[in-house]
């Protein structure tokens, strides 16, 4: 890694205006250079959002075209008893996994830094590995493994005489959100222990080490000074688990396909099952599925602001 | 995050205090029970991985009953999900997605991540901001329009559809990325090469390209990660199982043959290997990139 130093070592770097052009290369070369990536974000991402806001206040007329209906979708929406079991599921499940992934995360990543930094290296890798499969195999595997009978949960719950725990999982409305919770638990905290993890070997130990001279214990020592010194990253982490949680998929489409009762339906697979599932009766309501996209676009931005606004003002 | 100590390089030698510290008894009994706890916890994150790859071993008539692990090892599930379930097919949509989508990015990413960082020009920092807003975007919002986009440009169900929305999707960070090396890169070397007679261009491909390769590398095992396991779009965009790539087909096959645990977790840990190989083998840039990305920012 020593190549890289320089990214994770130098002091902020200057506010890219500020700074005097480093090349004697000018306006034209400069924004042609940013030209590929700019059509790209232009044609698939603005303009679709774009597009989205426009869409959501329009409905099919049922032959193939669409007019214009103001607000209807909207209006639809609060008295749409899908959509808001849709929303009080994606709000849960946001603010539950943000909370245990973040504090899980920290922990594990505390816990692997107090270890010699070989066999550190080794769990590290063993407990990332979860977050290097896809939420799809992850979904299939717990699926399996949570089927009523056969699954080797249940199997191994009668084993070890707690045979009375066993239960179909994903089969009930009070168990499926918890189940896909833990699972996502299961999968991702391996990741966000390897941010925490990574920022810990950038702390200077001398500043851990003259804590420990005044005497401080190991959880002292976390809470006092490695815990506010981590500060920017945990925001960060509760940023990307906020948003992750807002726009999430996959476990709850392949675990439960968002049943049962709605019961695993987010914001994400109710949009997937009024555009693209087959339940809808052949029309698609393209106008009331980007009504709820714009509505997960709003609160994602309304969350992004905040939580920036959040780390600005203490900064 | 000021800090002095890269996390690659510790000093060699342990200072003489924790040395000393290394016989008292209290320190081996801790040492001991950090093992302990390292080990049961590794064992909960992995134990799963382990049951997916002995259940895709095992004859079909033991999947449900026998003993976890099993008493014989074959390798017939593989075979038939790559031959008779035709996973062969979405194995290589999906390197040839992914691949196309990593070399798309990838030119875009530091063209521009260069140029953010390096040059200057007429609404830099104006540009810089709209095109990273898309950070924030969740998919679901421009899922219906990006649809009716490929549909009009015939691209629906393509693969080519599915690179370029994957590129767009990823090209916020992957710049974001690029800038950050392209800035940490000491402007010594390239004024350097310029007082040597050296062009634009040839500073640009010569010195600071080769130079922020382990930028690249960082931008392409994360791009690699998030479009191998991608599924939403991937479900949406391409219905004809023949041309999807390996997520939504392993997703589709549990419908027809969910009693077949072998034949599923054969197909399962094919889609999974490729990633868990990439990471083992690229974890220091994905360290790296998470250290850029989330450290910096």
Redesign the interface.
Known sequence: ?????????????PR??R?????????????S??V???A??V???????A??FY?SLTRSDGFGGTYFAGLHNYGVMLTDPTFVQAAVVTVVYTVVTTVLQTGLALG?AL??N????R?AVV?R??????A??????T???????LTPV?G?VNRLLTDVGLGALTHPWLGDTATVLPTIIVVSL?QAT?LFM??FY??L?????AIAESARMDGAGPLREAWSITIPILR??IE??VM?NV?NG??V??LN??MANGGPLHASES??TY??LL??GSSTGGVSS?GY??A???V??LV??VA?LLLYRFRKGDA | MTTTVDAGVRPLAPPPVARGRRRDPGAVLRRVLWHAAMVVISAGAIGPLVWMVLTSLRPQNTAFSGPLIPEKIQFSAYVFAWNELEIWRNFLNSVLITGATLVFTIVAATLAGYAFARIGFTARNLLFFVITSALFLPGVATLIPVYLELQTFGLLGSQLGLILVYTAGGVSFSLFLMRTFFEALPNELAEAARLDGASEVQIFWRVMLPLAMPGIATVAIFQMIGVWNELLFASALISEPGDQPIQPAANALIGQYSTNWPALTAAMTLSALPMVIAYVVFQRWFVAGLTAGAVKT
């Open positions: 890694m020593a190549s890289l130093a320089p990214s994770t070592r130098t002091a902020a770097p890219p205006g700074r005097r052009p480093l090349t004697g290369w000018s306006t034209p070369t400069g924004l250079f940013v590929p990536a700019l790209f974000f044609v698939f991402i603005a303009y679709p959002v597009r989205t869409l594990l816990l692997v107090a270890g010699p930094r066999s769990y890798t063993l407990l990332f590995l979860p290097a499969i896809s939420l799809t195999v979904g299939l595997l717990w699926r399996l493994g056969f080797v299961w391996g390897l941010i990574a920022a070997g950038n702390i200077d130990p920017p990253v960060v982490v990307l948003l807002l726009k998929f996959d489409f392949v914001l994400s949009t997937y555009t693209f393209f599925g980007s709820i996209s714009v997960v676009f994602a931005g992004t």
